[in-house]
């Protein structure tokens, strides 16, 4: 029969050890200084997922806790496989939010860990008969407090409304003591999805079993029916981590997916003073409050994108996924045709002249009837705009003078392309320096028709410091939302605004 996997002190999986770097994403908690051993899964940069039972006063008799700080002191130890050598992480777990229906729990680190990626959420259900992986500090066959990480492969035996079967795939797997709250995940090409989190066990296999007694059959809590969950959890404090008031450039689009998916929000690329960039991917779930679920370290500080001068994302290759185009300081004009958490992709020089120097601010949008590839619209530095239709990977071409020299124009202090009013091509945003904020309906090669004010002059928005537009609110949102970073460093968006104006503010930061 099955049994919890806590009890005894111990601190992985029957199977192979583990090399250095493999699985990193897995780690190990001393709770109570030796008290108890568990393992856990790195989900976010801050936020582990465990079994609850690691932390109940009696495992034996079931897994609630209370939510807040851990009764026992608690470290987790990530990204050593080899716990006799230096390397990884070792971080204090502050604060635990369990999840009532099953054994599982959010772990919240005292500091993010920067260095090692984690697994991801699985949002696809698991299907009996499908191979898996398993990953743990515990026990071994012939050891009782093993200093390395093992692994092993299992077959997904049964599925139930809130955990998973598991059969061991060899006679050198189990699941043992010490592996509770460590992480079942499937492999795709590198890439480790979670799909359960360690809770019970046969223990057949296990150092100090009896062979003829035991099983080695094991139980997981599910995750992928709870991933928006997670996501959540994990996002609370996400955007919290960064100092807003050093980002210098936003630019939104569907970077780390398919638009078509309709599911995720839109990601939200960022450019620091210190020419780092990240990048925030939009969530899976619903909450409003945490449209992002992680942050991708892009480029690191010094890097060349302390000289972007003007950004934007949009579609350039018709693939799906967007592309981010820059103007740098040097006067060069350049798309990355793909941009994701390994970094950015097939730089592509559309011009490096002079000319481009001047162009003070750049967006790009669905201005014509090409609906696979966005536009360039660009804002002059003697107030004239431009368009630039049918943009690709081959360059700029077919430029449309929208509207001629204006000192009026050169009081914009942002613009951004939307679908804000219905029009069969995209709407321009614009941000003036006095608070002013308009919207310029349906605007093509033929120039501007009509504008709408969304927030008069000398209005708050004066204070507005960068501006982009995205579906921040809900996956392929229409009307689309407003993100705004303001002068004092907070970060907030107007979601589904129209024609009316915005109705309502949602505040990211501060």
Excluded at 1 to 7: E, K, Q
Excluded at 274 to 283: E, P
Excluded at 350 to 379: F, P, Q
Aim: proline share 3%.
């Amino acid at each position: 029969m099955a049994s919890l996997l806590t009890g005894a002190p111990a601190s992985a999986v029957v199977g192979t050890a583990a090399k250095d770097g493999t699985y990193a994403f897995t780690a190990k908690l001393d709770i109570g200084g030796g008290q108890r051993s568990c393992s856990a899964a790195l989900v976010e940069r801050q936020w582990l997922v465990t079994a609850a039972s690691c932390f109940a006063d009696s495992p034996d008799q079931g897994y609630k806790i209370s939510a807040g700080a851990p009764k026992l002191k608690t470290t987790a130890t990530i990204g050593r496989a080899d716990l006799t050598r230096d390397g990884g992480s070792v971080v204090d777990v502050v604060e635990l939010v369990p999840r009532a229906d099953r054994d599982l729990v959010m772990a919240r680190l005292d500091k993010p860990v920067t260095d090692i990626n984690p697994a991801a959420i699985g949002f696809n259900a698991p299907l009996p008969g499908e191979d898996l992986w398993a990953s743990g500090y515990g026990r071994t066959k012939d050891e009782w407090v093993p200093d390395r990480l093992h692994y092993a492969k299992f077959t997904l035996d049964s599925v139930k409304d809130t955990t998973i079967g598991l059969a061991s795939k060899s006679d050198e797997a189990a699941v043992c003591q010490g592996d509770t709250g460590g992480p079942t995940f499937r492999d795709i090409g590198g890439r480790y999805e979670l799909v359960g989190i360690h809770s019970m066990s046969g223990h057949g296999g296990c150092f100090g079993s009896d062979e003829t007694q035991t099983s080695k059959s094991a139980s997981d809590a599910r995750v992928d029916d709870i991933a928006g969950w997670v996501q959540t959890v994990s996002s609370r404090n996400l955007l919290s981590r960064a100092n807003w008031r050093n980002a210098t450039h936003m630019a939104s689009g569907y970077f780390t997916g398919n638009s078509a998916n309709g599911k995720r929000r839109m990601d939200l690329f960022v450019v620091w003073k210190d020419g780092s960039a990240s990048l925030y991917q939009g969530a899976d779930h619903n909450d409003s409050k945490y449209p992002f679920s992680a942050e991708h370290k892009v480029a690191d500080a010094g890097s060349y994108w302390k000289d972007a001068r003007a950004v934007t994302g949009g579609s350039f290759t018709n693939s799906g996924s967007d592309g981010i185009t820059v103007r740098w300081a040097s006067g060069k004009l350049s798309t990355y045709t793909h941009v994701d958490q390994n970094g950015f992709h097939d730089e592509k020089e559309h011009a490096y002249s002079d000319t481009w120097k001047r162009a003070r601010l750049i967006t790009a949008g669905r201005y014509t009837a090409n609906a696979l590839r966005d536009d360039l619209l660009v804002l002059w530095d003697d107030g004239s705009t431009s368009m630039y239709s049918d943009t690709d990977t081959n360059g700029v071409r077919k430029e449309s003078q929208l509207t001629k020299a204006d000192n009026g124009w050169t009081n914009a202090a942002q613009i951004s392309s939307g679908e804000f009013t219905g029009k069969k091509t995209a709407d321009l945003v614009i941000r003036w320096n006095d608070g002013d904020t308009t919207v310029f309906p349906g605007v093509d090669t033929a120039g501007y028709h009509g504008r709408t004010r969304i927030r008069p002059v000398d209005s708050a928005w004066k204070n507005a410091q960068i501006l982009t537009v995205g579906s921040f609110t809900a996956a392929a949102s229409r009307p689309n939302d407003i993100l705004i970073r303001w002068a004092d460093g907070n970060v907030s968006y107007y979601p589904a605004v129209d024609a009316d104006g915005t109705h309502s503010e949602v505040q990211l930061v501060g």
